[in-house]
């Protein structure tokens, strides 16, 4: 399978503060990159599509100016929680697209807690 | 919208035999996934169906039907490790995105 790193693992802010998250396909080129948030006990929740040289494209509900993508390279996106607040705590996980092999590759998540 | 059904929980004994099921109603379709998840993790690719047909690795083998819009993943000689949750996911757009399900949680018994 592919690789796929995910930094940090785990972060502890305060509330008002800005977190990035960075997500790296290790081993192929990934044009689109996915991010996800997961709540416990539930489901993968799509947050926005990634694509590499233009703008993230996000799902209903999904606040764009709160949660920035930036998808700079073929290897590397990252996800901009600004302004943080409790409730935006969350497991959040990006995934790198596998376009030869139709499949997604997860990277390990961030725990994301604010206080 | 999209949709997607498994059970939410299964049990099962070490050694055994399980089958998850996942039925789906998605406005594209351009291929089924299974993935597990153990707790506090992220989830790691099993398996992948883009023809209807059965996949087969190792202990793992997964199942697509798609007139019928429903695939399984069959899980052989169950170990204890084996104990996570288990997600199918649509890939319903050229572009990649996926809909999953809510996650199967199998209990492996001694």
């Known amino acids: 399978g592919a690789v796929v790193s995910q930094h940090p693992s785990r972060v502890i802010c305060k509330s008002g503060t800005s977190v990035k998250i960075e997500c790296r396909s290790l081993?192929?080129?990934?044009?689109?990159m996915f991010w996800y948030r997961q709540f416990p006990k539930q489901s993968l929740m799509l947050m926005a599509t990634?694509?590499?040289?233009?703008?993230?494209?996000?799902e209903q509900g999904v606040e764009k100016d709160k949660f920035l993508i930036n998808h700079a390279s073929l290897t590397l996106s990252t996800l901009t929680v600004t302004s943080a607040h409790p409730e935006d705590s969350s497991f959040y996980i990006c995934?790198?697209?596998?376009?030869?092999?139709?499949?997604?590759?997860f990277g390990p998540g961030t725990r994301l807690t604010v206080l | 919208g999209q949709s997607l059904e498994q059970p939410s929980e299964v049990t099962a004994v070490e050694g055994a035999i399980v089958q998850i099921n996942c039925t789906y109603q998605t406005s594209g379709f351009y291929g089924l996934s299974w993935y597990q998840q153990h707790d506090g993790g992220a989830p790691t690719f099993l398996s992948y169906?883009?023809?209807?047909g059965l996949e087969e690795t190792g202990r793992f083998s997964s199942f697509l039907s798609r007139s019928d819009s429903y695939g399984y993943l069959l899980l052989q000689e169950l170990q204890m490790k084996d104990s996570a949750s288990y997600f199918c996911?649509?890939?319903?757009?050229?572009?990649?995105?996926?809909?999953f399900g809510d996650g199967t949680t199998l209990t492996v018994k001694p």
């Open positions: 995934s790198a697209d596998r376009r030869l092999a139709d499949t997604q590759y």
């Open positions: 169906n883009g023809l209807d």
């Open positions: 996911a649509v890939r319903y757009t050229n572009a990649g995105k996926s809909t």
């Open positions: 990634s694509n590499e040289g233009s703008k993230a494209t996000y």
């Open positions: 081993d192929f080129q990934a044009t689109t």
